[in-house]
């Protein structure tokens, strides 16, 4: 398993955009499946988006044309684009690529 880090999260007024990192400590290029997961007080860990190794994506409906997963194997790092930030995008975002990352915040507010 590898160790990932996760940044880029903050703060942001309502329909402006995060650009989050999942770095990892080792290679990520023979993990068949990474993901995002968020956590938003007083709820449950959700996924939000999963990207295979062939780059096959899914997304969760409430963020789907709004949020963009990628993977860079050559740089270890899984990235989350979100655009349109919703006051209920308000959580807690998590990496996942059969570890946990410690999650990062990310919080939206005018």
């Known amino acids: 398993q590898v160790h990932l880090v996760e940044s880029g999260g903050g703060l942001v007024q309502p329909g402006g955009s995060l650009r989050l990192s999942c770095a990892a400590s080792g290679s990520i290029a023979s993990i068949y499946a990474m993901a995002w997961y968020r956590q938003a007080p007083g709820k449950q860990r959700e996924l939000v988006a999963r990207i295979t190794i062939s780059g096959s994506t899914y997304y969760s409906g409430s963020v789907k044309g709004r949020f963009l997963i990628s993977r860079n194997n050559a740089k270890n790092t899984m990235y989350l684009q979100i655009n349109s930030l919703e006051p209920e995008d308000t959580a807690v975002y998590y990496c996942?690529?059969?570890?946990w990352g410690q999650g990062i915040q990310g919080t939206v507010s005018a």
């Open positions: 996942d690529a059969g570890s």
